[in-house]
């Protein structure tokens, strides 16, 4: 048996709009979802903002009824065996809110400790270990008001495991965190990994998707475009070299010249700092450089280089050019 | 919510109280409704009435006491829920394995236990600047009565909370909410003064009953028969609260889940 198993998952939304004459509006937010989890597996659903992970997630941990599908955890029906689920998951979403500012962390951690009946000479010994896992031991009796982003977002992860559970929802962990929180952060998941913990793992980092998870889901628009290892999923722009170039002002007509192109697969801007990284995918590798430079006549052009595709081509191709 | 299981969720309980009073107590907000704002109420009503007599003066002032006990069982409790829903928790609270009633009994209890405590004092202080005998002539009944007006306020906390899940548009009911309940109530006034048809809406309150039973204690008119009624209506609301709220929760719960409503909106 699967740890998670989803078949056709949809959500919708209904809005009204309107003060006078209300017009009820409907948001596909999860179109039709479909994929399964094994036991012990790190699991990555990845995507664009907007494309349905947190959504997804939501259904999974009983937050959210859905419109239509099913889905499973440990064999419990999300809708009508939430009871027999809540037990056995933990989960966080990513940014600073959930948690009781006002509290200390042991406090927070004592609190959920008690609301998954985690005995008091259990949790009198799990506190100390989860704080010292996440590396709070030294600021647990420190009112969580006075944290950083990160240290907020690692005490969601002890929070989280408090009650140790087999299964585990991360939704976006590492967003809005420093480089070097976020990589003590990977570290954790990395961790928790080695103890055969389930977990589904959602995030639009490309490398953090690549670094951790076994397999990988790439949602856009509520629905699965594809699904694989990353090393497969890799394999989907083998056929491709990337132009990357360094530009000041990128303008979309610019853009939209590019992708005219016949020799042109997708066009990707990444802004760093004062400038715009350019990622042209291109079949014709560095053979493209002369053609592209004559499209960039009076833009202010700095380093041009040309490399092998990454998890990240792969994931512009699915999601066509809008990471 | 199933009271066989409650001695299970007692820890739980225990715990959401201490965390709801150390919460409550380190927001500026709530020190000011639970402990200045009924200090300012009764040093107004005491200066008011200072001529009469002391006996009117206890009235008073367990009047008061009662106003400030539904405030801020109607606003703090009423937010605890709204705020959850603010800072994110309320999606933590529901998803733990815990029954949200449980968890709202202990802020409840919290809340209720705050602002008595706190209101007694700050009355008790409020008398002695005036000078006024705040001596209870029935103290034993008066104990057993906090004590039922206590649950009575408690469990009807349960039924508000899980209006406020459903929507936070219901947060617009709370001012609408307060006044009546001070008239209908006979907070501090008899509500043989208002007119007849309102009788029987007072009679549907438990804070009616737990004013009455307060006053008379106060007095000294609480005979075993106006004791036992008002017990007794505040016993019958309790438990009509805790199965009403039970099939609520439910209700709302799932309709939450159905509406998004869980999250910040």
């Not at chain 1, 198993?5 to 948001?27: A, H, M, P, S, Y």
């Not at chain 1, 494309?51 to 009824?65: E, N, P, S």
């Not at chain 1, 600073?96 to 985690?118: K, M, P, T």
Request: glycine fraction near 8%; include cysteine.
């Amino acid at each position: 048996m699967n740890a998670i198993e989803v078949n056709n998952l949809r959500r919708v939304f209904t809005t009204n709009i309107g003060r006078f004459k209300r017009e009820t509006k409907e948001v596909v937010a999860v179109d039709d979802v479909s994929f399964s989890v094994a036991d012990g597996e790190l699991f990555g659903l990845l995507g664009p903002n907007g494309a349905g992970k947190t959504t997804t997630v939501k259904m999974l941990t009983t937050l959210l009824i859905p419109s239509s599908g099913s889905a499973h955890i440990a064999g419990n029906d999300v809708v009508d065996e939430a009871d027999q689920i809540r037990p056995r998951i933990g989960f966080i979403f990513g940014g600073e809110r959930g948690l009781y500012w006002r509290l200390s962390a042991i406090d927070n951690l004592r609190y959920f400790a008690s609301l998954y009946h985690v005995e008091p000479e259990v949790s009198a010994k799990r506190i100390p270990y989860l704080l010292e896992m996440v590396g709070l031991a030294d600021r647990g009796k420190e009112k969580v008001e006075g944290y950083s982003r990160g240290m907020k977002q690692r005490l969601h992860i002890a929070r989280s495991l408090i009650h140790d559970p087999d299964i585990l929802f991360l939704d976006e962990p590492t967003i809005g965190l420093d480089p070097v929180g976020a990589r003590g952060l990977r570290q954790v998941v990395r961790n928790l990994q080695d103890e055969k913990k389930t977990i589904l793992l959602t995030t639009h980092y490309m490398f953090e998707a690549d670094m951790l998870c076994q397999r990988i889901a790439v949602i856009d628009k509520g629905n699965i475009v594809a699904m694989d290892t990353p090393e497969e999923l890799k394999k989907l722009v083998l056929d491709l070299s990337v132009i990357e170039v360094e530009m000041f002002g990128v303008s979309d007509d610019l853009i939209s010249t590019l992708r005219s192109q016949n020799y042109v697969d997708n066009v990707s801007v990444e802004n760093r700092e004062q400038r715009q990284v350019l990622m042209v995918q291109t079949e014709r590798g560095s053979e493209a450089i002369p053609d592209l430079m004559t499209l960039f006549e009076g833009i202010r052009v700095g380093k041009v280089t040309s490399r092998e595709p990454t998890l990240e081509d792969a994931y512009v191709r699915l999601v066509g050019g809008e990471a | 919510m199933n009271l066989s299981k409650l001695p299970a969720h007692w820890r739980t309980i225990r715990i959401s109280f201490e965390m709801q009073l150390r919460q409550n107590f380190s927001d500026p907000f709530i020190i000011f409704a639970i402990i200045v704002q009924p200090m300012i109420i009764a040093t107004l009503a005491l200066w008011m009435l200072q001529d009469q007599v002391d006996q009117f003066a206890i009235f008073v002032i367990v009047g008061s006491g009662m106003t400030g006990l539904w405030s801020s069982l109607l606003f703090i409790s009423g937010n605890a829920i709204t705020g959850e829903r603010w800072v994110g928790t309320l999606e933590g609270l529901v998803a733990s394995p815990t029954p949200m009633p449980v968890i709202v009994l202990g802020k409840n209890l919290a809340n209720v236990f705050q602002s008595l405590s706190s209101m007694l004092a700050s009355y008790a202080l409020v008398a002695l600047l005036f000078g006024l005998s705040i001596e209870i002539q029935q103290p034993l009944l008066f104990a057993v009565s906090i004590l039922f007006a206590m649950l009575a306020f408690v469990t009807f906390g349960l039924i508000m909370a899980s209006l406020f899940i459903i929507n936070p548009a219901v947060q617009n009911w709370q001012n609408g909410l307060e006044f009546p309940v001070y008239i209908l109530g006979g907070f501090l006034f008899p509500i043989a003064l208002l007119p007849g048809w309102t009788t029987p809406f007072s009679y549907l309150l438990a804070p009616y009953w737990a004013a009455r039973a307060l006053q008379a204690a106060s007095v000294g008119a609480g005979t075993f028969e106006e004791m036992a009624l008002n017990w007794g209506m505040m016993l019958f609301f309790s438990i009509i609260y805790i199965i009403t709220s039970r099939s609520l929760f439910l209700f709302v719960l799932r309709k939450a889940r159905v509406d998004a409503t869980l999250g910040m909106q």
